[in-house]
């Protein structure tokens, strides 16, 4: 079969569908390539690179009459007047919003798959292009917040004065949240995130975030990967917390956003009057009508000195980073799609992903899929008093005690005067040894290498003290126990220095 890449017909979407890398992969699965004149040359992927890959530089008719047609963006009505016969297409559709456009996809036998279909389990991580896209979004949208800022994101103290860090709140810790909190915390800004999950806690903290709650245990997870609606009394919380947020911080970067749902309103017309002049909105719902309420997809709004941004193109503002990670998503699903690596494409509707993909199956409306649970939220255990048995008091045993003691005096009584110095010595090196020992700070999690490195000092020390001895073979144990103890403790630094790099940055 023969796969036909074309140029996206919105002239403002630099991505292409199919980088150079992966047509050589593509190769390996059986089909023939062929892409349009000029494919790439917006994301810097040029005619020749193609060439060189295998690809076959064509004409747009002769792409279009390929077996499959590979986009990035859902086809507008010329395009859709081009499918005919027994065509495969692979793009972004949305099919929960443009329910025209795909009964108008509904002809001959023609196969649809749409790209924002992929359901959200483990198996299909690597055929996740809404989640790529989402990743870019949102790097991309705190690099558009800083060039709109008129400051530093990172604190610093100059000889001309001190400056405060960047205050950014990140509504919604999905894909795109956790890239904004990850690009935020590496400029230096200090970060805090909310979402209505919350076993995404730790992942904001681990990125370097402050994750902020309401006091209503109510949980936004759901079987879908996505957050569920809220009741009514968890919104007016979060709101609550929304506003008094938007009193201290600089930028707001919201992602909160289900696909083929219109964006919830989280920021309103008096939260952002109470912004400080300067302060950056990054709207990154705006294309489904945005979580900011004066948000104008693909505009800069300025309302009171607060800009407004409202960009729908987000990704393709780092084309050549969006096409290899959407090109290596279409690869890993066109591997799925053939099996045998013959170059024949086998829409399997019993596995899950394919499944859900597929919205036009031979001519046929195949969408909404079944449903699957992609995750489990664990069930609240019932927390029942536990029957505790009564404690009975121990007995104490004096014993043993006794005996030491016994021992002790014994020995004191009738040992000889000089095997008591030297027992008394031994007791007092046993306990100082010990104190120095487990009173050392260790520098990493674990105390092996500085305990290690303390009971060689002390070897040393021990052995220093019989090198000057007159006998022969003290003097050759003490050196052979200097130089052993010394490649320890040196050996130990080293280490201990080299792990501790790893934390730095």
Known sequence: MDIGILK?????????????????????????????????????????EYADAGAIISDTNKVWSCDIVLKINKPNLDEVNKLSKNQTLLSFFTPSIHSELLKKCAKDNVNVLSMDSVPRI???????????????????????????????????????????????????????????????????????????????????ESLGGEFLTVNLDEDGSSSDGYARVMSKEFIEAEMSLFKNQCKDVDIIITTALIPGKEAPKLITKEMVSLMKPGSVIVDLASQQGGNCELCKPDEVFEYNGIKIIGYTDLPSRLPSQSSELYANNLYHILDELTPNNDGVIDINMEDDVIR???????????????????????KKKDTKPELTKPVQEK????????????SLFLVGAFAPESFMNHFTVFVLSCFIGYMVIWNVTASLHTPLMSVTNAVSSIIIIGALTQISSTDLLSLIFSGLAIFIASINIFGGFAVTKRMLGMFKK
């Open 8 to 48: 996206e017909s919105d002239s403002r979407d630099k991505r292409v569908a199919v980088t150079p890398k992966v047509v050589s992969k593509i190769f390996k699965l059986g089909y023939n390539v062929l892409v349009e004149e000029g494919l790439g040359s917006d994301a810097s992927f040029y005619d020749n």
């Open 122 to 204: 483990s198996r299909a991580q690597k055929m996740d292009a809404l989640s790529s896209m989402a990743n870019i979004a949102g790097s991309r949208a705190v690099i558009e917040a800083a060039h709109a800022f008129g400051r530093f994101f990172g604190g610093q103290i100059t000889a001309a004065g001190k400056i405060a860090p960047a205050n950014v709140l990140i509504i919604g810790a999905g894909v795109a949240g956790l890239s904004a909190i990850g690009t935020a915390t590496s400029l230096g800004a200090i970060v805090r995130a909310f979402d209505t999950r919350p076993e995404v806690k730790e992942q904001v």
């Open 356 to 378: 859900g993909m597929t919205i036009i199956k031979n001519g046929e409306i195949t969408y909404p899929p079944p449903k699957i649970q992609v995750s489990a939220t664990p």
């Open 395 to 406: 007995k104490h045993s004096y014993i043993p005690g006794l005996i030491a003691i016994s």
